[in-house]
């Protein structure tokens, strides 16, 4: 059973995510503050915390920072009442994997949280909390380095998150459209053949034979899939 720790100061929200939480299979616990959201989140076992950006004692952007800064790579939905896209994308450069603006349809909400947690069970194939490794190739996840056979490999940013998000859902197929919101986020606006270079540069730097890829693979008329 997978355990969500709710951390929202609004009452009847928080029995309402509870209640439809529990009744889908899970299992639930709660934070008023931002304070009670990081000690329950370092001291607690949970498979995801959903996460409101506006709470009392601490906001919800330094909690988010707080429990990545101390290594945990706990799935994070963030929950916020602001829909300006520098609110999402602060959000998501502090290390939530996700986000939904208020008010929210429960069904959505629901999406995210199974979309979220099939990602999270996707890293037990072949990677450790920090780590992923495969051929010669050493993902290390906390610091955001790449190694072949031990020496570093220069990725940008957008290409670490591509390899990262891949990984995390090896053997998924996923479309540029579907890649293009994953990494660069929904409201960023550049097009699917950004995906194609930045594939290609992953290539390029990481597999044997470029042209003939065995690990980020092609599937041709769907988009792209990672395996191992």
């Known amino acids: 059973m997978s355990r969500v720790l709710i951390v929202e100061d609004e009452e009847g929200l928080v029995l309402t995510l509870s209640d439809r939480l529990q009744s ?11 304070d009670e959201g990081i000690k329950k989140a370092s001291e607690g076992s949970y498979d995801l915390i959903l996460l409101d950006v506006m709470l009392p004692k601490t906001n919800g952007y330094d909690v988010c920072r707080e429990i990545r800064a101390s ?13 300006e896209t520098i609110d999402k994308v602060l959000g998501l450069k502090l290390g939530a994997d996700d986000y939904l603006a208020k008010p929210f349809e429960m069904v959505e909400l629901l999406a995210r949280v199974e979309a979220l947690l099939r990602r999270s069970e996707a ?19 906390k ?3 790449v190694t072949r056979e031990g020496e570093p490999v220069d990725l940008s940013a957008m290409e670490f998150k ?3 998000f891949l990984v ?3 053997g998924e197929v996923h479309s540029r459209d579907e890649l293009l919101d994953a990494v660069w986020g929904y409201d960023a606006m550049p097009t699917t053949r950004t995906v194609d270079v930045h594939i290609a540069w992953l290539r ?3 597999e044997s034979n470029p042209k003939r890829p065995r690990h980020i693979q092609t599937v041709h008329g769907f988009g792209y899939k990672f395996v191992a």
Do not use: C, H, Y
């Open 162 to 164: 591509l390899l990262q």
């Open 123 to 141: 890293l037990t194939n072949g990677r450790s909390a920090a780590g992923f490794q495969f051929e010669d190739i050493d993902i290390n996840f």
């Open 204 to 206: 390029q730097k990481l």
């Open 143 to 145: 610091n955001a380095e």
């Open 168 to 170: 995390e859902n090896q």
């Open 24 to 34: 889908e299979g899970f299992e639930t616990d709660f934070a008023r503050d931002g």
């Open 71 to 83: 290594g945990s790579r706990v799935p994070i939905l963030m929950l916020t009442a602001k829909n």
